[in-house]
């Protein structure tokens, strides 16, 4: 029935306490919407909220799965690994073709469904890439408003730094003059201490030229080793629900319908490319469509992977492809769902001279650090990562850059990230007893790309994703390189005795190229730090997919807001930057109608 459609008016504040109101349809229906956001996930509940600030505004958020709030796995900083285990109800589950650069090798590829999408999904890293990368966006676009310092307003105003819930010293930990205090989204450093962080913070002294200490990651010159900073408050993950939906529902102009998927965007003036209609489906036995206007835009945050989906969908992309599958070609912009960019990455484990390592074998101190964190909010379970991270470039004098030019931004971005692994169950295939420390490396300036199409007519079909991992030379050989960094990382002094064997013998220091780069095909694979698919390009560009006002290319009333629109893959973690895309896509989409 029509009544079924779960339109979710009421949020209490209280924490974990949700209200929720089921009108009839008609009601529904008969509310004049200015804007619809298709999309209740990171950037869409960011511009929800912030359009919804204007009272006279009328803000429906339609997301295809069920609410966050009250998910344990989502607010225990330490569950994020379980919440983005594949096979899961809050995923699309979602699996890549096979990838040729990786010997055919399928991947998983997480993406949330629910409210807050990644920001509610992800292992909750705040990493703003370095000021070169947003530099890059303005130069790409022809937009200096993404510049670094256009666009670093925008980060602080999303962002509020919030002491570790144990109150420990921090000094020397970060710099207080990058981060913002008034935001909706928290920001931490570490709480728990874990067995390495000495060693890996001695190594910065020892190897100051590989790898100097790095006071604060966010400063826009993230190169060297320094203190990982999260999306936490006071023990809980701080996201955009927490900081943009519960906020926002206290508003009468803002609208949220769950559990229903848009299947289409439709023109809303035939003759004309005017996308002001969405269509509808709710999920579950009836499969029963209807058509919801907006009278000023629709804006699509679906995501990297939903984003190009429904445009593709909706007719709107490349019309020879389109054609071939079945669908009327309403748009055509060849660019849709292409230029996919992620980054490849591997973990390289060394076995410890050390027991107890990994805590999901202890189900005593599982149970235990469960029973604190639920009592005070803090202990093991108030963190979500291991405490460091770290960045480098390849040396000047590689080989690589003898075949191949430096396809970073700039000298202020690093080409490999590297995250160090403790031990402590977030690498979920631990060999032997689990006490193994190692490093993963990303390689964040990555050639290769990839796309998303879709197979038919059906618009719930699985879409086809391909990330092209390791599809270009110069991308195995910067892999290459990332292992010789965690080998000299780990070549200090302060290593020995603790450190015994690497797991594979390609980390070995005798290894042979032709073992490094079979260890790299058979165990590299890629995280979901994807953007590109509805590329931003200067206004008037026939490549690109939107304007640099975040515009969809040739169209009326649609806009896209999310990770999709980012030209090239930061070098790092997309959760920073793409609250900064929302920030200023909200304030563009308020300019153009107040």
């Not at 408003?145 to 002491?163: A, F, H």
């Not at 710099?175 to 001695?202: A, C, E, K, W």
């Not at 484990?349 to 202890?362: E, M, P, S, V, Y």
């Not at 694979?525 to 509805?534: E, I, K, L, Y």
Request: charged letters at 15%; one cysteine or more.
């Amino acid at each position: 029935m029509r009544a079924s459609l779960i339109f979710l008016l009421i949020f209490s504040l209280a924490r974990g306490c949700l209200s929720v109101v089921y009108p009839r349809l008609e009601d529904v229906l008969s509310i004049n919407y200015d804007f619809i956001v298709v999309g209740g996930g990171q950037a869409g509940l960011v511009v929800a909220g912030r359009l919804s600030e204007n009272p006279k505004w009328n803000v429906l958020v339609i997301e295809a799965g069920p609410t966050s709030q009250g998910v344990l796995d989502v607010e225990v900083p330490f569950f994020s690994y379980r919440i983005r285990s594949s096979r899961n109800p809050y995923d699309w589950n979602s699996t890549t073709i096979p990838q040729r650069g990786i010997n055919n090798r399928t991947i998983n590829f997480p993406r949330a469904r629910f409210l807050g999408g990644g920001s509610a999904h992800n292992g909750m890293i705040y990493f703003r890439t370095s000021s070169d990368n947003y530099d890059q966006w303005a130069s790409y676009s022809g937009d200096p408003g993404w510049s670094w310092k256009r666009i670093l307003p925008y980060i602080l105003k999303s962002e509020k730094w919030t002491p570790p819930i144990d109150h420990h010293n921090i000094t020397g930990m970060y710099d207080p003059r990058f981060h913002g205090n008034s935001g909706p989204i928290s920001v931490t450093l570490p709480t728990y201490p874990q067995l390495v962080d000495n060693m890996i913070i001695q190594t910065t002294r020892e190897l100051p030229n590989d790898f100097p200490y790095l006071l604060d990651i966010n400063a826009g010159r993230p190169l060297g080793l320094g203190w990982r900073q999260s999306t936490i408050k006071y023990g809980e993950r701080s996201n955009a629900v927490t900081g943009f939906l519960e906020p926002a529902m206290q508003r009468r102009n803002f609208h949220v319908m769950t559990n229903t998927t848009a299947t289409r965007i439709l023109q809303s003036n035939p003759g004309r490319p005017e996308f002001r209609i969405v269509e509808v489906e709710q999920n579950g036995s009836e499969r029963r469509r209807v058509q919801i206007s907006a009278k000023k835009e629709v804006v699509l945050s679906l995501g990297v992977i939903g984003t190009p989906q429904i445009l593709l969908n909706s007719g709107i992309g490349d019309r020879n492809e389109l054609q071939a599958v079945g669908v009327p070609s309403r748009l055509h912009i060849p660019d849709v769902g292409k230029n996919l960019s992620g980054q490849p990455s591997i973990s390289h484990l060394w076995f410890a001279n050390a027991t107890g390592l990994n805590w999901l074998l202890n189900a005593t101190f599982m149970n235990e650090a469960l029973a604190q964190w639920n009592s005070t909010r803090t202990g093991p379970f108030a963190d979500g990562a291991p405490n460091q991270l770290g960045f480098v470039r390849i040396p000047r004098n590689s080989p690589v850059f003898q075949r191949f030019s430096d396809p970073s931004p700039g000298p202020n971005t690093p080409h490999i990230m590297m995250t160090p692994i403790t031990g402590n169950g977030f690498t979920l295939a631990l060999p032997g007893d689990g006490n193994v420390v190692g490093m993963s490396t990303h390689v964040v300036t990555p050639t290769s790309r990839g796309f998303v199409r879709i197979n038919g007519t059906n618009p719930l079909s699985h879409p086809i994703i391909d990330l092209g991992v390791l599809s270009t030379e110069f991308d195995i050989l910067a892999m290459k390189e990332a292992v010789r960094a965690v080998q000299r990382f780990f070549s200090a002094p302060t290593w020995r005795g603790f450190l015994l064997n690497p797991v594979n013998p390609a980390l070995l220091p005798n290894a042979t190229d032709a073992m490094i780069e079979f260890y790299l095909r058979n165990g590299t694979g890629s995280p979901p730090h994807t953007v590109g698919t509805a590329s931003m390009s200067p206004k008037g560009a026939k490549y690109g997919v939107v304007d640099p006002d975040l515009r969809l290319k040739g169209a009326v009333g649609v806009s896209i807001v999310d990770a999709s629109v980012i030209p090239i893959v930061p070098a790092g973690h997309t959760q920073a930057p793409v609250y900064a895309v929302a920030e200023r896509g909200a304030d563009l989409i308020k300019k153009r109608w107040q």
